[in-house]
């Protein structure tokens, strides 16, 4: 952590792809080459400065001349800064695939991607979910989850208000929600492996029960749109699962910061009701949830993971220890998982 305070530049985000690069892209790479079927098309949401989409294809180049040659990616990225980032360093490490056009820019957010894409396509969103809206819930008198929040901002200081839920994705997300399946017996088995720290802030959220909960309407919004132009979508999503200091009472409660010049440096807030631009708000992803979203939207589960799981899958083991031996994407990030889903039909 030291080094990389010193190492990363001011402001930066600590996500698993950007330390662990080129790493954690070669895993992800290896596993589309493992279930692709013939011709690769893949879009990523949110590539930021191309970090993962750099080391994917440079998997391929190594590993899958046929993949690399005949592959198409699309980087769907809002930020017109990034998205030149994007091109500027493709453009120096695979000039070619850039020439023949099969790397495509689209300057748009998630929610305005508009390319058909028929054949199989895989869609990655890396440490995306924790950054899209969410929608806040309440439990009525009766304790009934039947109120959805409203933010006026006429006044100086935004507050919150309740009323009865009647926006449609909100009732859906609510229903997901409230009929979320038990963690099953293996599960929790897995859970109790994953580090004593750990476990007491998983427990301590299992048992402090709150009459709120932040719901992803925002992530319900996205899928939804991606499968009506990439009908076969077969999503990569990573991000993490549970979060440490956040400090506003609900489920699903979000950490809202603001970052200081060194990346570890950062001051929290107790709500997200702050002035617009002074703070970046980030949310745990419940993965069931997700699970439950996709089932909903294709009638398929795919399959949730941890996110070391997935490396242990995936990743050669030179890819993942250091040369004492340390295997930081499994001895920390545990509070990080995985979403993947099969080729829709």
């Not at 080391?55 to 391929?60: G, M, R």
Request: aromatic content about 12%; overall charge negative.
């Amino acid at each position: 952590m030291e080094a990389l305070g010193k190492h990363y530049p001011e402001y930066a985000f600590l996500t698993p792809v950007e330390i662990f690069q080129p790493w954690y892209g070669h895993t992800i790479g290896n596993y589309i080459l493992d279930k692709a079927k013939g011709k690769v098309n893949i879009v990523e949401i949110g590539p930021g400065t191309g970090t993962a989409a750099l080391s994917i294809l440079d998997f391929f180049k190594k590993h899958s001349t046929q993949t690399y040659e005949s592959l198409k990616y699309y980087l769907c990225e809002i930020s017109p800064v990034l998205a030149n980032t994007c091109v500027e360093r493709i453009s120096d490490q695979h000039s070619q695939l850039v020439k023949n056009g099969q790397i495509e820019i689209v300057n748009k957010s998630g929610m305005e991607f508009d390319i058909d894409i028929k054949g199989q396509c895989f869609v990655l969103a890396l440490e995306v979910l924790d950054n899209l809206p969410h929608d806040r819930i309440y439990k009525d008198a009766q304790n009934k989850w039947s109120l959805q929040t409203v933010v006026d901002t006429s006044k100086e200081t935004p507050v919150e208000i309740q009323e009865s839920i009647t926006d449609s994705i909100i009732q859906t997300c609510t229903e997901l929600f409230l009929n979320l399946p038990e963690l099953t017996d293996k599960e929790r088995e897995e859970e109790h492996r994953e580090g004593f720290i750990y476990n007491i802030v998983k427990y301590w959220y299992s048992r402090h029960k709150s009459n709120n909960a932040f719901i992803p309407t925002g992530q319900y919004i996205l899928l939804s749109h991606l499968l009506s132009h990439i009908p076969k979508a077969h999503f990569i999503l990573a991000d993490f699962d549970s979060l440490v200091g956040t400090k506003i009472d609900a489920i699903n409660s979000p950490i809202v910061s603001q970052k200081g010049k060194l990346s570890h440096e950062k001051l929290d807030f107790d709500t997200y009701l702050v002035p617009r631009g002074e703070a970046d708000i980030m949310f745990p992803t419940n993965f069931k949830m997700t699970q439950a979203i996709v089932k909903q939207l294709t009638g398929r589960s795919g399959k949730v993971w941890k996110s070391y799981k997935f490396m242990e899958e995936y990743a050669k083991t030179k890819w993942t220890e250091t040369k004492t031996g340390y295997r930081p994407m499994f001895d920390d990030f545990k509070n990080t998982s995985n979403f993947t889903s099969e080729e829709q039909p």
